[in-house]
């Protein structure tokens, strides 16, 4: 009964992994929504994830490209994971990395799994 409403549910875990993943990158760049953290210098590791996670969230937000996208977004988790986050601890939940993980497994599913029916890639083949 509730299968019918898979593809769409699909589309909406996209758009709102995509908004909550955009989210992130102007916090890192320009401090909103407010931060803790300086603003990145633009060419540092941190300042290309930041501008990754603002092109790469917005083009998952409409469904742009959204394979090789999200394919590139769960590279970038998985290696923000391994740099940023395990040296810390080995437990995700210890070293602050489970989103980074969570991220990047959702990010692959969307590789295999497509956009949905709402978004500008559906729209484009139709």
Request: proline letters at 10%; hydrophobic letters at 55%; charged letters at 10%.
């Amino acid at each position: 009964m509730l299968d019918r409403f898979t593809p769409y549910m699909l589309s909406i875990l996209r758009i709102v992994a995509g908004l909550l993943f955009f989210l992130h990158g102007p916090q890192k760049l320009i401090g909103f929504p407010p931060s803790p953290r300086p603003a990145p210098e633009l060419f540092s590791m941190l300042g290309a994830a930041a501008t990754l996670e603002v092109i790469g969230g917005a083009l998952l937000i409409i469904g742009l490209f959204t394979r090789p996208v999200a394919f590139v977004m769960s590279g970038l988790m998985a290696f923000a994971y391994f740099i940023a986050h395990a040296p810390r601890s080995f437990w995700p939940t210890s070293n602050g990395g489970d989103a980074a993980i969570l991220f990047c497994f959702l990010f692959l599913y969307l590789v295999f799994a497509g956009p949905g029916p709402w978004s500008l890639d559906a729209r484009r083949k139709s």
